[in-house]
């Protein structure tokens, strides 16, 4: 009889039955001189003592700004030095953290700064081209929580100097208050419904996923490495700095975004044993004009994530980069984000061609979505995840938080999945229709629902489409309404600066009907396939992924 796709990740070794602050302060205790975190492009650099320090002068400086236990603390801002102290400050003192995407325009600011209540928000002057402290002033007077904002290009030493005035005792009086299974940080997905869903985390859920990540990754004191990944994203909050601090190790950011040539530079200089990314990070650091000069000798380890990675591309990272004990992680941010990950020392074509076993203290099952049963071994079902690393559930939204997690505590993925005889994972779609570009997640819905207030626009429908760099591309197929005239440039222009660049659809189709079933339900897989054929996407839809 064929066994039932259900595994868990059994372990001798326990969870950590702590606050972040407290497992810093073990990792300080051992390794006090030992780097904790590298800036080269910020020339910033911090022993673990240094870091200790320092978090705990910002930790009283949001104490002595009013922050509470409890109140939320918005962080919006590229990778630098100050996200990853803040991150670990806001930790010891009890603060909530939300994470907003430095993508983010207007209205999507204004929707979590309202869902989520941030009464103070840290933020940059602006990335790139996009100008924070006008989109910012723009939006708080419609939140009525927001009460300040700290801008860390100009006040970063004001809240330093703050700290000065709450003792330490008080931040230990602090700190002692905090319980493990707190709410520590709120992390939005692209909703279903049109707007983001705050993910609320504890600091259980992703001190233990960070730990265990490390644990995989065979981490010790002496790997540095370097996290050109959002610190926004999971992938860069607890694959990157909550894997490193726990193991008493480096974390090295090589820039505020993504930069192949930076990264390659900083890999070189910094010596690191590590390097994380989205398989199209990887693919273009293959094709910059540096990749054959540099020197990846100290390399050994790292994740690739985020999205399906091509099968060619981990056999190049492997071959041609030294990191012959690469990982691939699966996951999603509801589960802290880590379900199931790669051995360093697992066969090449497990390495190559799943997304690994099931974490250390994790349940996973694959069910048929129709009745919610088991399947058998080899059979394609949803993937559902339980254990310690399920969210505490969306924050304030009772209705979606039951609509993910049942009565068990199941996490419903909605990930089509296959377990194989000896307990590893493949991905092999998504029940509904997300699109995943470069490691963003895109809820078609979302976009849909901007569209509509178009007026031209009676109709649209928006679906992921394969594409060789970014793993898919946005499309729209577009309704008009009788009449109506609107060019693909006036579409783009109307969604420049509403919505973030990523969920721009890149492909437009106008069309006087939808394919449907006789009931009326659309068919998008339909929608997908035509457009392969007619886009021409046949060898963007037939690389093969884990």
């Known amino acids: 009889m064929t066994k039932p796709s259900y595994a868990h990740g059994a372990t001798d070794v326990p969870l950590l039955g702590e606050t972040i602050g407290q497992n810093l302060r073990r990792t300080v205790e051992r390794w006090p001189e030992s780097e904790a975190l590298v800036v080269p492009f910020q ?132 700190e002692a208050s905090l319980q493990f299974d707190d709410p520590i940080n709120i992390q939005y997905t692209s909703g279903t419904t049109g707007f983001p869903k705050g993910a609320t985390l504890s600091h259980h859920n992703i001190l233990n996923n960070g730990f265990f990540i490390g644990e995989r990754l065979a981490y010790t004191e002496k790997d540095r490495a370097c996290l050109p990944v959002p610190f926004y994203h999971c992938f860069g909050m607890v694959l990157g700095n909550m894997a490193v601090t726990t193991h008493g190790a480096c974390i090295v950011v090589p820039g505020e975004a993504f930069d192949p040539g930076v990264v390659l530079k900083v890999v070189q200089e910094e010596k690191c044993t590590a390097l994380y990314g989205v398989p199209t990070m990887f693919i273009a650091e293959f094709d910059h004009p540096d990749f054959k000069t540099t020197d990846f000798s100290s390399l050994r380890t790292g994740i690739m994530a985020g999205s399906p990675c091509p099968v060619e591309a981990m056999k190049r990272v492997q ?111 998504r029940i509904k229709d997300m699109v995943l570009r470069g490691g963003e997640n895109i809820y078609p819905r979302e976009v849909e629902e901007f569209l509509y207030t178009k007026p031209e626009v009676a109709d649209v429908q928006v679906i992921g489409v394969p594409d060789i760099k970014y793993g898919e591309e946005v499309m729209a197929w577009i309704k008009l309404r009788p009449g109506a005239q609107v060019t693909e440039d006036e579409l783009r222009t109307f969604c420049k600066g509403k919505i973030a660049t990523y969920k721009i659809p890149r492909y437009w189709k106008f069309v006087d009907e939808f394919p449907m079933t006789v009931s009326g339900k659309i068919q998008k897989f339909k929608m997908r396939e035509a457009a392969i054929a007619e886009l021409g996407l046949q060898q963007a839809a037939g690389v093969v992924t884990a």
Not at 46 to 73: C, H, I, N, P, S
Not at 133 to 158: F, N, S, Y
Not at 351 to 375: A, Q, W, Y
């Open 43 to 174: 020339n910033y650099r911090a022993t673990y003592r240094q870091f200790w320090e320092q978090t705990g002068l910002v930790a009283r400086g949001l104490m002595a700004r009013g922050v509470k236990k409890g109140d939320r603390v918005g962080i919006w801002s590229a990778n630098r030095y100050e996200w990853v102290v803040l991150q670990y400050a806001s930790a010891r003192m009890g603060a909530i953290l939300v994470n907003i995407n430095p993508a983010y325009r207007t209205h999507e600011l204004e929707y979590v700064l309202k869902q989520s209540g941030v009464s103070l928000l840290v933020a940059s002057k602006g990335f790139r081209h996009t100008n924070y402290i006008e989109m910012i002033r723009e939006v708080e007077e419609h939140c009525p929580e927001h009460k300040a904002t700290l801008i860390i290009d100009q006040e970063w030493g004001t809240l330093m100097e703050d700290g000065k005035r709450v003792s330490e005792d008080e931040l230990r009086t602090r």
């Open 319 to 429: 071959q041609d980069m030294n990191m012959t004990e690469v990982t691939i992680c699966y996951g999603m941010t509801e589960t802290s984000p880590v379900s199931a990950q790669s051995r360093v020392d697992d066969p090449l074509d497990k390495r190559v061609s799943t997304v690994g076993s099931i974490h250390p203290h994790v349940e996973v099952k694959i069910i048929d979505p129709s009745n919610g049963r088991i399947l058998p071994r080899g059979e394609t079902g949803e993937i559902c995840t339980r254990g310690y690393s399920v969210m505490l559930g969306y924050w304030e939204d009772t209705h979606s938080t039951h609509q993910s997690i049942d009565a068990g505590r199941w996490m419903h993925t909605g990930d089509l999945g296959i377990m194989d005889d000896d307990g590893y994972l493949k991905i092999v779609g």
